[in-house]
């Protein structure tokens, strides 16, 4: 089944310990993506991937690193959280050639930051 | 810089009726992508209906059609014999070449359909 996953789905963690929320696609997609779900916010791009090892910032990248050591993985780092990045976090991919295709999300990881 | 407005925060329907979510949006890039994902409480996003720039004719899926209109840069989605598990969150959403082919979304609307 084509799907993307992440893991965990839901964190509660303290000011200042580094965390991973892992990203994985089957579909062998070249563009990958996360995004911050905040209310009234709608999604909001961190960083962005298109392809392995290059990554790019979006436009909340402050308080977080990404890596993309293979297609398949993009892992999103917080290594100091803090309480404002208590959100909703979504990964996605998609392919990318010079069109516009739809990007396919995982399932949601929401972090809470005491 | 690429913009999606979503001016409905809320909207009910009662069950068979049909519902028009407003989008409007700005870009200038002349080739663009416009995407309606819907969100329910359990807070996936579930990819609806794509429109592109130079598509010719409206997007169609299933009770879902999407009313590009653009001249007046609006893109508003038409959901046809409302059934109560489409009550959930609604977010338009745009990707441009320029942009980096990210997705730039609205604030969502929330609908409701009651029996």
């Known amino acids: 089944e084509a799907q993307v996953t992440q893991n965990p789905r839901y964190l509660i963690t303290v000011t200042g310990k580094k965390l991973t929320v892992t990203c994985s696609q089957n579909?062998?997609?070249?563009?990958m993506s996360w995004y911050r779900q905040d209310p009234g916010l709608g999604l909001r791009q961190i960083y962005y991937?298109?392809?392995?090892?290059?990554?790019d910032k979006g436009d909340v990248p402050e308080g977080y690193k990404v890596s993309r050591k293979e297609k398949r993985n993009f892992p999103l780092i917080l290594e100091s959280p803090s309480p404002n990045q208590t959100s909703l976090y979504f990964c996605a991919s998609s392919l990318q050639d010079r069109g516009l295709e739809t990007q396919y999300f995982g399932p949601g990881t929401r972090l809470l930051v005491l | 810089a690429q913009k999606i407005t979503q001016t409905q925060p809320g909207m009910f329907v009662q069950e068979k009726e049909a519902v028009t979510l407003d989008c409007t949006y700005d870009t200038s890039d002349p080739s663009y992508g416009l995407f309606w994902y819907k969100q329910p409480s359990s807070g996936e996003m579930i990819f609806l209906i794509y429109?592109?720039?130079?598509?010719?004719q409206n997007a169609t899926e299933g009770r879902y059609s999407l009313n590009f209109q653009k001249a007046r840069k609006s893109a508003n989605l038409v959901i046809s014999a409302s059934q109560l598990g489409d009550s959930a969150m609604y977010f338009c959403?745009?990707?441009?070449?320029?942009?980096?082919?990210?997705?730039?979304f609205g604030t969502g609307t929330r609908l409701l359909v009651s029996p």
């Open positions: 959403a745009m990707r441009d070449l320029t942009g980096f082919q990210k997705l730039v």
């Open positions: 429109q592109g720039s130079y598509d010719q």
């Open positions: 579909m062998n997609h070249e563009y």
């Open positions: 991937s298109m392809n392995v090892e290059v990554t």
